[in-house]
C-alpha cells in the first residue's frame, strides 16, 4: 500500500507492505528502512526505525517525538478513488467507508448528532496504527453501521452522513 504523508508541508511517498506484522521493510521517498512498529496503549506507539526506538504519541493530526510535536496529513489513494465516484458534491447522504481492513476502535458520533465536514466518525486500527474517519460533509449522521471491536474490510460503509 501506498500512502502520502505532509509532514510539516513536505510530501513523502511511504510504501507499506500489506498485512504487516512485526518488523517489516517499508519505502520512504525511494529510501528502504527497517520499521516495527507497536501500539502500547491507545494513541501512544513504540517505533523502532532502523535500530532507532522512538515513543510516539499520536493527537489528531499531529504526533509528539520526544518533546517536538509533528503535524502530519495522511493521502491515501484508495480513499481519494472511492471519494470520486461517490456524487462529488455535498447534495445527498455520503457514506464514511473503511479505506483498509482493520478493527473499529472507537465510533465517536451517534445517530441524530449533528457533525461538521471533517469532524471524526469513527476510528479503526489498521496495520498497528489508529485511523480517525472524518465526516465528508456537515451535516447529521443518519446511520452507524458499526461499534467498538467490530471488525470491518476496505469499503464498507461505517457510517453514513445526511
Excluded: H
Amino acid at each position: 500500500m501506498t500512502v502520502w504523508l505532509e509532514i510539516a508541508g513536505k510530501k513523502r511517498r511511504v510504501e507499506l507492505p500489506a498485512l504487516a506484522t512485526g518488523a517489516v521493510d517499508c519505502v520512504v521517498d525511494g529510501r528502504t528502512m527497517r520499521v516495527d512498529a507497536r501500539m502500547l496503549e491507545a494513541g501512544v506507539m513504540s517505533l523502532v526505525v532502523e535500530g532507532r526506538q522512538y515513543r510516539c504519541v499520536l493527537d489528531g493530526d499531529g504526533v509528539w517525538i520526544g518533546n517536538r510535536r509533528y503535524g502530519f496529513t495522511v493521502d491515501d489513494p484508495r480513499s481519494l478513488q472511492g471519494r470520486r465516484g461517490a456524487g462529488g458534491g455535498a447534495e445527498g447522504p455520503r457514506a464514511v467507508k473503511a479505506p483498509m481492513p482493520g478493527r473499529v476502535v472507537r465510533v465517536l458520533v451517534a445517530v441524530g448528532d449533528a457533525v461538521a465536514e471533517g469532524q471524526g466518525v469513527v476510528v479503526i486500527e489498521a496495520m498497528k496504527m489508529q485511523n480517525e474517519l472524518k465526516s465528508p460533509k456537515a451535516g447529521r449522521v443518519a446511520r452507524i453501521g458499526v461499534a467498538a471491536g467490530d471488525t470491518v474490510g476496505s469499503g464498507d460503509v461505517l457510517a453514513v452522513v445526511e
